[in-house]
């Protein structure tokens, strides 16, 4: 069915066909008009020379009709039917015949159908009607078949008048028979040529269409392979002609380059900025570790130099603990996430409600309202990394509202999705920083290491979830995060 | 009339006499097939190389065109009719000179013929029909078929529908074969000739009436040609079968020779005529040019 449908043939293929069916139509036009004024000529042509056939009999009949003489009546019409040797055949005598005032036969061309003395006798209805038509007729005249067939015929109908007194009629009858074969083979022959035409016309239209319609093609590629985002490796659309598709070409050829630069750009600068975060990242974690680094080499030095030294054993091993279980921390954070942290930990989503006692602790004398939501069934299994996501959001808001602020938890399922949502009335996060907010040791806080977005970016990312954040400048943020998490319950 | 053609007689006579130069015209009519040119130029030469003067064949459409011809001295000799001959020689207009043998004898009939494929099978069959005669001065093609409608007490215009002449012994064959008219006279000697050098046109005809046999179409001197003339074209044309060249002629006549006949030859047709004229003595006005 595609086939017949119009809106999906290629623009080549609609321009040739078009091109085919004017050229078949004007051809067509040009050939039907042709053969009708052919047909028309030989048809006047035939009436008149049918007429003069008629006249030039009527000359010598009415002496011999007189006389009685019907062998030279007969003869006259004998020999002008007679074909000689050098005679055109163009026109065919298939009747000749002299009629007296009252129809009775005086010669006829086929006197063994129409004997002399006899009423002459037609053959059909038509012909008798025509019989009578011709009997009335007092001037020269032509009677025609009229229609376009082989049977047709063209009469030339001349009264005969002997001192003014009617005497009778001579009719002759030319068949259009070979001027109908003529007719035929000019149109097959101008049908034939129309052919011919169609033919070269179809093969010049598909070679101009395919011309025209190539640049065409190759710029709707080019837009496709933009659609796809594939421009580096566009090639230039050669340009083959002038007007508005040579035009139209050499435009698209410079949209698709500066195009291309663009993407070629863009990429660079995304490039860079992966290499900025990845110096920031080096920076942070040099400073990070670095920090803690320093005291604790102080703390050996010290007590390598006072290898005895209670005092100081005791006042420098929790120092050095506590430097080292801060790089600890810091290299677990940056690894959240991956693989080697991945763990397969379960927990019921019902406890996630002891985080609500952890905010609380947390808040401690601060004037903060927690309006607390979970609207989740308690019996649901969740990665138990979920708790440490909805913790880190719920610590930066608590940190980042002032007083009288709200924080609001809401947890609800969705289909096979939990979507959590922690909002605050705080300060809204800076436009300026918002495509930062989630790097690594990125933060805004003084004490802060710039890693709780991170893991809460990493978890959501691992558990192939999404995060929305919404922020408006003094009027909070909004985390909404899905995660497609929900698999069984607890038994 | 005739004191106006004896002043003529008189007045031409000695200057043809008098020149060489002179050449003998001949008159021909429908007895003979006329249209074979080449035929009439070979028999003019060899008349001419006989006679030592110039022959000239003078051919006209009907008999009486010939005849008025004759009568006038026009022309010397004239190759005619039996039934214009008694007619004329009655008037003493023309003189017998030969008669062509044919078939061994001096003698040819008329046949009544109609198209092959026509029911017609004698000649009161044709009665009510159209009918061909070859000239009102014919003997077999006019005198012989209105002979026997006067013997049925009738008229040509009563008897047929439709008659015409054709002027002419062929082409009462063709007429007939092409159906024109429904029966047709002709010579004997005519339908043979035809129905051995175009047979396709005989063979559409059938005979359905045989005439009992008359005088043949003889060759007749206008009155008033000199007796030098007349005895020298006798002894050429009666002797032409004794060499080769003259035989050959003979030969495309279809004709075995020339002889001399009494005018009793032409008898049978005087009784014809006789016999035509007792039961309609207006036939002899029968309308032709």
Same mark, same amino acid.
């Given at each position: 069915m595609a086939l017949f449908n119009t809106t999906s043939w290629s623009l080549a293929f609609k321009l040739s066909l078009t091109i085919t069916a004017v050229v078949t139509s004007v051809g067509f036009l040009i050939g039907i008009l042709m053969v009708v004024q052919d047909w028309k000529r030989f048809q006047n042509d035939l009436a008149e020379k049918a007429l003069l056939l008629s006249e030039s009999i009527s000359i010598t009949a009415p002496k011999a009709m007189l006389r009685k003489d019907y062998w030279s009546l007969y003869l006259s019409l004998k020999n002008m039917a007679s074909k000689g040797p050098g005679a055109r055949s163009e026109h065919e005598i298939t009747d000749a015949m002299i009629l007296d005032a009252e129809g009775m036969v005086q010669a006829h061309l086929h006197p063994a159908e129409h004997p002399i003395g006899l009423l002459f006798s037609p053959r059909d209805e038509d012909d008798k009607a025509l019989f009578r038509e011709a009997m009335t007729v007092r001037t020269p005249t032509v009677l025609s078949s009229g229609d376009f067939s082989k049977d047709g015929f063209q009469e030339g109908v001349v009264p005969l008048f002997s001192d003014q007194k009617y005497l009778g009629v001579v009719r002759v009858r030319l068949s259009v028979a070979s001027l109908f074969e003529k007719t035929m083979s000019t149109a097959v022959i101008v049908l034939l040529s129309i052919?011919?035409?169609?033919?070269?016309?179809?093969?010049?239209?598909?070679?101009?269409?395919?011309?025209?319609?190539?640049?065409?093609? %190759?710029?709707?590629?080019?837009?496709?392979?933009?659609?796809?985002? $594939?421009?580096?490796?566009?090639?230039?659309?050669?340009?083959?002609?002038?007007? $508005?598709?040579?035009? @139209?070409?050499?435009?698209?050829?410079?949209?698709?380059?500066?195009? %291309?630069?663009?993407?070629?750009?863009?990429?660079?600068?995304?490039?860079?900025?992966?290499?900025?975060?990845?110096?920031?990242?080096?920076?942070?974690?040099?400073?990070?570790?670095?920090? /803690?680094?320093?005291?604790?080499?102080?703390?050996?030095?010290?007590?390598?130099?006072?290898?005895?030294?209670?005092?100081?054993?005791?006042?420098?091993?929790?120092?050095?603990?506590?430097? @080292?279980?801060?790089?600890?921390?810091?290299?677990?954070?940056?690894?959240?996430?991956?693989?080697?942290?991945?763990?397969?930990?379960?927990?019921?989503?019902?406890?996630?409600?002891?985080?609500?006692? @952890?905010?609380? %602790?947390?808040?401690?004398?601060?004037?903060?309202?927690?309006?607390?939501?979970?609207?989740?069934?308690?019996?649901?299994?969740?990665?138990?990394?979920?708790?440490?996501?909805?913790?880190?959001?719920?610590?930066? %808001?608590?940190?980042?509202?002032?007083?009288?602020?709200?924080?609001?938890?809401?947890?609800?399922?969705?289909?096979?999705?939990?979507?959590?949502?922690?909002?605050?009335?705080?300060?809204?996060?800076?436009?300026?920083?918002?495509?930062?907010?989630?790097? /690594?040791?990125?933060?805004?806080?003084?004490?802060?290491?710039?890693?709780?977005?991170?893991?809460?970016?990493?978890?959501?990312?691992?558990?192939?979830?999404?995060?929305?954040?919404?922020?408006?400048?003094?009027?909070?943020?909004?985390?909404?995060?899905?995660?497609?998490?929900?698999?069984?319950?607890?038994? | 009339?005739?004191?106006?053609?004896?002043?003529?007689?008189?007045?031409?006579?000695?200057?043809?006499?008098?020149?060489?130069?002179?050449?003998?015209? !001949?008159?021909?009519?429908?007895?003979?097939?006329? &249209?074979?040119?080449? !035929?009439?130029?070979?028999?003019?030469?060899?008349? &001419?190389?006989?006679?030592?003067?110039? =022959? &000239?064949?003078?051919?006209?459409?009907?008999?009486?065109?010939?005849?008025?011809?004759?009568?006038?001295?026009?022309?010397?000799?004239?190759?005619?009719?039996?039934?214009?001959?008694?007619?004329?020689?009655?008037?003493?207009?023309?003189?017998?000179?030969?008669?062509?043998?044919?078939?061994?004898?001096?003698?040819?009939?008329?046949?009544?013929? =109609?198209? &092959?494929?026509?029911?017609?099978?004698?000649?009161?069959?044709?009665?009510?029909?159209?009918?061909?005669?070859?000239?009102?001065?014919?003997?077999?093609?006019?005198?012989?078929?209105?002979a026997l409608i006067a013997k049925r007490g009738e008229t040509p215009e009563n008897y047929f529908r439709q008659t015409f002449f054709t002027f002419n012994h062929a082409e009462t064959v063709q007429a007939v074969a092409e159906q024109v008219a429904d029966g047709g006279a002709v010579d004997s000697y005519i339908w043979e000739y035809i129905a051995v050098f175009r047979p396709q046109m005989t063979e559409k005809t059938r005979i359905i009436k045989k005439s009992p046999s008359f005088g043949f179409p003889p060759i007749v001197n206008r009155v008033g040609v000199d007796a030098g003339t007349v005895s020298q074209m006798r002894r050429t044309l009666e002797e032409m079968v004794d060499d080769v060249s003259g035989k050959q002629l003979l030969d495309s006549l279809k004709l075995d020779g020339f002889g001399s006949y009494a005018d009793s030859l032409f008898n049978e047709i005087r009784a014809l005529e006789h016999a035509v004229q007792k039961t309609n003595p207006r036939h002899s006005v029968v309308k032709t040019d």
């Open positions: 052919l011919l035409f169609v033919i070269i016309g179809s093969l010049l239209g598909t070679i101009v269409s395919r011309r025209v319609v190539g640049s065409l093609t %190759a710029i709707t590629r080019g837009l496709e392979a933009v659609g796809r985002g $594939e421009m580096t490796d566009f090639s230039p659309i050669p340009v083959k002609e002038g007007g $508005e598709i040579g035009r @139209l070409s050499v435009t698209f050829n410079q949209i698709m380059s500066e195009l %291309a630069e663009k993407k070629m750009l863009e990429e660079e600068i995304a490039m860079s900025e992966k290499l900025v975060a990845l110096g920031r990242i080096t920076a942070g974690v040099a400073h990070e570790v670095n920090n /803690p680094l320093a005291g604790l080499l102080n703390c050996i030095d010290t007590l390598r130099k006072h290898p005895n030294d209670k005092v100081l054993i005791d006042r420098y091993l929790p120092v050095i603990d506590q430097g @080292l279980h801060r790089i600890k921390d810091i290299v677990h954070n940056l690894l959240v996430g991956l693989k080697i942290e991945e763990s397969v930990e379960m927990i019921t989503t019902g406890q996630v409600e002891k985080l609500h006692d @952890l905010v609380l %602790a947390e808040i401690g004398e601060r004037e903060i309202d927690i309006i607390w939501n979970n609207t989740t069934d308690r019996d649901l299994f969740i990665p138990g990394k979920t708790e440490q996501i909805i913790c880190n959001l719920l610590k930066n %808001a608590v940190e980042i509202v002032p007083e009288n602020g709200i924080v609001r938890f809401n947890m609800h399922q969705r289909g096979t999705s939990l979507v959590i949502e922690v909002s605050d009335n705080g300060p809204g996060v800076a436009t300026n920083i918002r495509n930062q907010m989630f790097d /690594p040791f990125f933060t805004t806080k003084p004490n802060g290491t710039g890693l709780g977005l991170w893991v809460v970016y990493r978890l959501v990312q691992s558990m192939q979830g999404v995060i929305e954040v919404k922020s408006e400048a003094g009027k909070g943020t909004t985390f909404l995060i899905e995660l497609p998490v929900i698999h069984r319950r607890a038994a | 009339m005739r004191l106006c053609i004896l002043f003529l007689l008189f007045w031409i006579t000695p200057i043809q006499a008098a020149s060489a130069d002179t050449p003998i015209r !001949f008159g021909l009519t429908a007895v003979v097939i006329t &249209e074979n040119l080449r !035929f009439l130029d070979q028999w003019s030469q060899y008349l &001419e190389h006989k006679i030592g003067r110039k =022959v &000239e064949f003078v051919q006209r459409r009907s008999y009486r065109e010939v005849m008025d011809l004759l009568a006038s001295g026009a022309i010397d000799f004239a190759w005619i009719c039996g039934y214009p001959y008694i007619q004329a020689k009655d008037l003493d207009l023309l003189q017998l000179l030969t008669v062509p043998i044919y078939r061994g004898s001096p003698h040819y009939h008329s046949y009544i013929i =109609v198209h &092959e494929s026509s029911p017609y099978k004698r000649f009161s069959d044709l009665k009510g029909r159209s009918f061909a005669f070859s000239d009102p001065d014919s003997n077999s093609g006019f005198l012989y078929p209105l």
